[in-house]
């Protein structure tokens, strides 16, 4: 507290006296305060009078603790951190994130750039879901704790990653993780003297005679996961070559 008048007799006090009192508010917590004198005669200041731009907010929150951000996935597998340890799967994956934050956003509108959801999906023949127009709804509230859930079905190589920051500007992130959901079979065929077979048949028969070598050559493609590997199988059946002759299946074949 501080008292322009410091020093002077109480007898010869004016009406120019200040007496300033100055607060430090350091702990996080939601303040409110309003001005309130009384002077030695037991008058009571009535409003507030401020000064030309000298009025402060009356309520406010000091919040120095930073967000937490904790992720689950539903998933066959592990969820790899590592981008050149990529995870592989054939199923939905879905992130389940939780933010721990008491200041999380006003009226359920995040303000700019206060989510940022960074999603890139790669080698997705049908693109992906714009994650970040997902992010800004949808958010469920139990105390403290927020939750969202983000599914990815369609077929890519995905990253996921997440920014947050609270309505004080304290920010935290959570670091991508690299994923791949690939439900597509990749295509492959074998090509023999102009003729071409990219299916398994019910039967086989063989339209191909000769006394030289012939070369037979196989390609495959996978768009999103790429080819892990390509093999061949050679099966001589128990009959004449110009006979027909039941094909293995694939079920024989794994």
């Given amino acids: 507290v501080s008292d322009s008048q410091e020093g002077v007799d109480i007898k010869n006090y004016t009406d120019g006296r200040v007496n300033t009192l100055r607060l430090t508010f350091s702990a996080d917590n939601e303040y409110y305060i309003v001005p309130h004198c009384v002077d030695n005669a037991g008058r009571k200041n009535d409003g507030v009078n401020y000064a030309k731009g000298s009025q402060a907010a009356d309520t406010f929150v000091i919040d120095k603790t930073a967000p937490e951000i904790q992720v689950n996935y539903i998933s066959d597998k592990e969820i790899s951190a590592d981008v050149n340890q990529r995870t592989y799967t054939q199923q939905n994956v879905t992130a389940l994130v939780k933010i721990t934050e008491k200041n999380f956003y006003e009226e359920k509108n995040f303000v700019e750039n206060q989510m940022a959801v960074n999603v890139t999906g790669t080698e997705a023949p049908e693109g992906i879901e714009d994650y970040q127009i997902l992010a800004n709804t949808g958010w469920s509230q139990q105390v403290n704790e927020y939750s969202h859930s983000f599914e990815f079905a369609k077929d890519a190589n995905y990253s996921f990653g997440l920014t947050y920051t ?36 019910n039967k086989v028969t063989f339209g191909i005679f000769k006394k030289d070598t012939v070369k037979a050559e196989m390609s495959s493609d996978d768009v999103t996961a790429g080819v892990k590997s390509m093999q061949y199988y050679v099966f001589t059946p128990d009959v004449e070559s110009r006979g027909e002759f039941e094909a293995l299946t694939i079920e024989d074949l794994k």
């Fill in 166 to 201: 609270d309505l004080a500007g304290n920010e935290a992130t959570y670091a991508p993780h690299y994923f791949t959901v690939d439900d597509t079979a990749p295509t492959g065929s074998i090509a023999a003297d102009n003729k071409k077979w990219d299916a398994f048949w």
